[in-house]
């Protein structure tokens, strides 16, 4: 999110001839806020950051345990192959080792479907929860934005984290002095300092 604080002045002095006095001045409050920035050093984006990367990582553990349990149905397979094509045992012994190996595959190949679908169902649900939660994270980060520029009188708030479609910023200089994104990092962490004592009641 971004805000941007720019104050412009548009003086329109209107002088009529005969007349000389000041008709009008107006006075534009523009701000400018870097959402994204906001939302980087939201606390509530770095919690829910944090719990993806935990559910990442116990998904990574998950793939590597498929891929172990993969490993060793190649393993077997293999041996019964072998054993399929070993002159030392009996035909009916081979018959059955090449039995056995065609059931083997299939394990192996429906250990790969398992694989993919689970890594499938996880990306669809992480991308999912984190769609839903950032729209939330940045309402009430709108919020806050719409709440100090009501308080400064703003007329427009411009977004410095943003890009045009063909990827250039869509604002390309500000003065600092009209960035309200500390302000508002300030206000949205605010609340967590009043959920700590809360916590520590219970």
């Known amino acids: 999110m971004k805000s941007m604080k720019t104050f412009i002045s548009s003086l329109t002095l209107l002088a009529m001839t005969g007349l000389g006095p000041v008709l009008a001045q107006a006075e534009t409050v523009i701000l400018t806020i870097s ?3 906001a ?3 939201y606390y509530k984006v770095q919690e829910f950051l944090e719990t993806i990367q935990a559910t990442q990582e116990q ?3 998950r793939v590597a345990s498929i891929n172990e349990e993969g490993k060793t149905l190649e393993q077997e397979y293999q041996e019964l192959v072998e054993q399929a094509g070993s002159d030392i045992l009996t035909e009916q012994a081979r018959n059955d080792a090449k039995e056995d190996a065609r059931v083997k ?3 192996i190949a429906q250990k790969q479907n398992e694989l993919r679908q689970f890594a499938e169902n996880v990306q669809r649900q992480l991308a ?3 769609n ?3 729209s939330l994270f940045t309402k009430e980060i709108m919020e806050v934005v719409t709440e100090v520029a009501k308080e400064r009188s703003a007329s427009l708030v411009l ?3 943003g890009a045009s479609q063909n990827g250039m910023p869509t604002v390309y200089t500000f003065d600092d002095s009209m960035d309200i994104t500390a302000e508002v990092v300030t206000r949205i962490n605010a609340s967590k300092s009043e959920e700590e004592p809360a916590a520590a009641a219970e």
Do not use: K
């Open 128 to 130: 999912a929860r984190q």
């Open 159 to 161: 977004d410095t984290s």
């Open 59 to 61: 998904a990574q553990e």
């Open 132 to 134: 839903t939660q950032m």
């Open 39 to 41: 939302a980087e050093q």
């Open 105 to 107: 595959y299939q394990e």
């Open 35 to 37: 959402v994204n920035g």
